[in-house]
């Protein structure tokens, strides 16, 4: 089993920044892909960011240019940092792990309120 712990939202003016953080522990013998969704209200969950263990990342359009992913491999931590950000970028944020202990599954993080105000 993996638990996932997030930290980093809260409110914020448009055009300022917020970085999120996601915390891995648990029983597992290695984490693949980890990532960054976001559900807005009356929206369907979309994906904002993903990094592979290679290291190489991936953006929606929406936030490209504007929001940087990384990880710590040894602290099994994924971060957002989030800069420019816009009224809509408000959403709940959810980590998302895939990791292996013994099969592969995929794991989410409780969510975290980003709220952008104009």
């Known amino acids: 089993q993996v638990q996932l712990v997030e930290s980093g939202g809260g409110l914020v003016q448009a055009g300022g920044s917020l970085r999120l953080s996601c915390a891995a522990s648990?029983?597992?013998?290695?984490?693949?892909?980890m990532g960054w969704y976001r559900q807005a209200p009356g929206k369907q969950r979309e994906l904002v960011a993903t990094i592979p263990s290679d290291g190489s990342t991936n953006y929606a359009d929406s936030v490209k240019g504007r929001f940087t992913i990384s990880r710590d491999n040894a602290k099994n931590t994924v971060y957002l940092q989030m800069n420019s950000l816009k009224p809509e970028d408000t959403a709940v944020y959810y980590c998302y792990v895939r990791a292996y202990s013994g099969y592969v599954r995929d794991y989410w993080g409780q969510g975290t309120q980003v709220t952008v105000s104009s």
């Open positions: 648990g029983t597992f013998f290695y984490i693949n892909d």
